[in-house]
């Protein structure tokens, strides 16, 4: 098991930025992944950013070059800077962690986090 809090969401303008934090409730080296995803109202989850078990990183099309993915293991947390944000960001953000591998893979997910960006 593990717990996923969230913090560090928020309502900024177009061009702002933003930090996110996810805290987990033990150690997330061992993890097969860790990262983030957002859901905007009427549109599916999608991945934003994640780590793998191999140490690389994922990060959707739209956020390259804006936001960072980044964790501090000694903590149990995982942060999202998001820089340059826009409108189209704006949904709520939800940490995740798997654990496992294949078909013994299992979610967690954090309560979610508002983003907001006005134009």
């Known amino acids: 098991q593990v717990q996923l809090v969230e913090s560090g969401g928020g309502l900024v303008q177009a061009g702002g930025s933003l930090r996110l934090s996810c805290a987990a409730s033990?150690?997330?080296?061992?993890?097969?992944?860790m990262g983030w995803y957002r859901q905007a109202p009427g549109k599916q989850r999608e991945l934003v950013a994640e780590?793998?078990?191999?140490?690389?990183?994922n990060y959707e099309d739209s956020v390259k070059g804006r936001f960072t993915i980044s964790r501090d293991n000694a903590k149990n947390t995982v942060y999202l800077q998001m820089s340059s944000l826009q409108p189209g960001d704006t949904a709520v953000y939800y940490c995740?962690?798997?654990?496992?591998?294949?078909?013994?893979?299992?979610?967690?997910w954090g309560q979610g986090t508002q983003v907001t960006v006005s134009s």
């Open positions: 780590f793998t078990s191999g140490g690389s990183t």
């Open positions: 033990r150690s997330i080296f061992s993890l097969s992944a």
């Open positions: 995740n962690a798997k654990d496992g591998t294949g078909l013994f893979t299992f979610n967690y």
